[in-house]
């Protein structure tokens, strides 16, 4: 096994992935405290230090075999993960309709912006950084950053249990309508998982996944473009 190569992949995908989970469960307990629920907050978990919210399978196992998979065969796979969440009682919610939906939507929207301000940092020191190894590793860094946020932002928003386009959609939906739904929320989670599996989803959503990270990078890199720097 390749030490270098395990330290490589650890700098450049499993740090940046770490901070982009923790960026958004810290956003859905953030906007669960603005909408009346103190859990989160009484607990310590709004905070970006990635410690309060590992999860030792999502954070660890999971990150770490892909991790280790990537070494030994040499290639430079995706490293992916999710963190512990972060607790939230709807029951303290000032409009627990309007908290679920604004609460579940937090997290997207985080990773969302994340995405944005990773692609303006990548562009800035590509525009104005002396390139060289360590500022190759440093584009690297931020640009699977910015990607993987993109990424976790399109696919929570996925309707389907547990990802948070479920509970926007639930919140949305009637008051019998929504009850229909939680009541077969387990069958459609295993539908969920069942359609990444088999690759029906993980397509689709590929597309739309690169599609978002390539308007978000397209933004970003625009006022560079602009003004002539690039």
Known sequence: MDISSIVQTIAVYAIPLIFAITIHETAHGYVAKLCGDQTAY?????TLNPIKHIDPVGTILVPGALLIGSALTGMSGIVFGWAKPVPIDSRYFKNPRSG???TSLAGPAANLLASYVGCVIYYAIAAFAPYNAFVHYILLFFGYFSFINAVLAVFNLVPLPPLD???ILAALLSDRARYKFYQYQNMLSMIGMLL?????????????????YGGVSWLAALPFRL???L
């Open 196 to 212: 990444i599996v088999s690759g029906a989803l993980t397509g689709p959503l590929s597309v739309l996944e690169n599609a978002v």
């Open 100 to 102: 679920v939906a604004l």
């Open 165 to 167: 386009g479920s509970k």
């Open 42 to 46: 009484m607990l310590g978990r709004l």
């Open 227 to 229: 003004t002539g720097v």
